[in-house]
């Protein structure tokens, strides 16, 4: 013992105490997660590693260097959320999401029913029920029970329908309801260009998980209205999505007004 403290000296004390230090913040970092961290500290340790090489700092040239031969496992620890979600993202990117025949079919009659009526600029109001109950909310009303098609759907909302100012419920994959009334939002915040069908659309959003689309009689701009937000002028790609995540029981992400009426 006496002689391994004559041996000791002060380059070994430093030697130690960098140790420490890198250690320390290692163990700093893999509480933080914090990427730009991970980057100033990796560049920190090639530096080090470096000096340390051509100053006799022997014990942290050992641990630098083992450092960096393990630091694709070592990043790969420290990112794994980051690295399951980007592959999880591009898996999303890559491919919709999967549903039945029946309900791609009722897909894609809602987007050539919307796209022929914002061309006509024929308003429109349809409800798309998910999973929590609307019917308390509603007020009148026509029973119907038919497959969702474009033409009945075109043919509800003709100016001249009797049923044309309410809103289509579909639920299950079929349209049950017409001619239906839906609260009325009142929040002061909502432009005053839209009109009483956004109004509608946004007042249910706010009160069930519905997804609703509405199609400007004024504009013939499309709108998808859920979780209590507008997403306007919406484009048939991003409609054929959304919805598609509707009826996989998705819930749909968070969108914000971001246009006018």
């Not at 919709?96 to 061309?119: F, G, N, R, Y």
């Not at 075109?154 to 100012?165: A, E, G, Q, T, V």
């Not at 998980?209 to 013939?220: L, Y």
Request: net charge negative; charged share 20%; hydrophobic share 45%.
């Amino acid at each position: 013992m006496p002689e391994l403290l004559d041996s000791f000296s002060l380059l070994d004390l430093c030697d130690i105490l960098i140790v420490t230090v890198l250690v320390y913040q290692l163990a700093l970092l893999l509480k933080k997660e914090t990427a730009v961290r991970v980057l100033i500290v990796l560049l920190i340790f090639f530096i080090t590693f470096y000096l340390s090489l051509f100053s006799g700092f022997y014990s942290t040239t050992w641990l630098l260097r083992n450092t960096f031969s393990s630091s694709l496992v070592i990043l790969a620890i420290i990112f794994q959320g980051d690295i399951r979600r980007a592959l999880l993202a591009t898996g999303r990117r890559q491919t919709e999401p999967s549903i039945s025949d029946e309900a791609s079919e009722t897909v894609e009659e809602l987007i050539k029913a919307v796209s022929e009526m914002a061309t006509k600029q024929i308003g429109a109001l349809i409800v798309i029920v998910r999973q929590m109950p609307i019917d308390h909310l509603l007020e009148i009303g026509t029973e119907i029970d038919a497959k969702v098609t474009s033409e009945l759907l075109n043919s509800i909302f003709l100016p001249y329908s009797p049923i044309h100012d309410g809103a289509v419920i579909i639920q299950k994959g079929k349209l049950t309801k017409a001619g239906c009334l839906l609260p009325l939002s009142q929040n002061p915040d909502i432009s005053k260009s839209f009109g009483t069908r956004h109004r509608a659309a946004l007042g249910l959003s706010e009160m069930v998980d519905a997804m609703i689309m509405v199609v400007s009689e004024e504009t013939g701009k499309i709108s998808l209205v859920h979780d209590g937000k507008i997403n306007y002028d919406v484009e048939p790609s991003e409609i054929r999505t959304m919805l598609r995540k509707t009826f996989d029981g998705k819930q749909p992400p968070r969108s914000a007004v971001t246009g006018e009426a």
